[in-house]
């Protein structure tokens, strides 16, 4: 999907339904999301990564690696963000849990290596915008030094869990994540729209 379609959805926005299935401080202090679009075939959602709200240092980690449920594509609309993909490996730096994210249970499912397979860069409004994850890709996102918007078309759920990877003595961090009142939605509509504009 591109950036005119993502643009057309904010500006259709209807602030009481988007609110309900959005949310505020997901996975990670200061990444917030809206849902444009919900249906059990199709979720259309816009992700606002602020990285002087995160708290982490530019050219860390974003999110512990992991798998998905669901395949998905996701577009860097404003900014650069750089999308990691990992292979399994015989090392035993990290510690494999099988993970169910509506009850947020972890299953310890042994300890593996990872490899980094990839590191690319993605630049909005370049050939290389937009980057696809399968059900089985291992992959992570790196900490941008300045905001960055992405879009995301995720298809229907094949997998009641996912795989997450945590590095050996550290601890799987959930932040405050809630939902936005329909004002908080309509701001970041608003922003989004904004980056939008000057990316």
């Known amino acids: 999907m591109n950036r005119h379609s993502f643009k057309q959805m904010l500006e259709e926005l209807n602030p009481q339904e988007v609110a309900a299935h959005s949310a505020l401080n997901h996975h990670v202090e200061g990444m917030d999301y809206l849902c444009l679009h919900r249906s059990p075939k199709l979720t259309v959602k816009l992700y606002l990564i602020d990285p002087a709200r995160i708290g982490k240092t530019p050219g860390s980690i974003l999110v512990t690696p992991h798998t998905h449920r669901y395949a998905f594509e996701s577009t860097v609309l404003a900014g650069k963000l750089v999308h990691e993909t990992f292979t399994e490996g015989v090392d035993s730096d990290y510690d494999r849990f099988i993970y169910e994210p509506q009850t947020k249970i972890r299953i310890g499912a042994g300890a593996v290596g990872l490899l980094r397979r990839s590191a690319v860069a993605h630049l909005?409004?370049?050939?290389?915008d937009s980057y696809w994850v399968g059900t089985d890709d291992i992959h992570t996102l790196?900490?941008?030094?300045?905001?960055?918007?992405?879009?995301?078309?995720?298809?229907?759920?094949?997998?009641?869990?996912?795989?997450?990877?945590?590095?050996k003595g550290t601890?799987?961090?959930f932040p405050q994540s809630r939902a936005p009142a329909p004002i908080e939605a309509w701001g970041l509509r608003n922003q989004a729209l904004k980056i939008m504009e000057v990316a």
């Open 171 to 173: 601890e799987m961090v």
């Open 142 to 167: 790196i900490v941008p030094d300045r905001p960055v918007l992405l879009g995301l078309v995720q298809f229907a759920d094949t997998s009641p869990t996912s795989t997450v990877y945590l590095r």
């Open 124 to 128: 909005a409004r370049s050939d290389n």
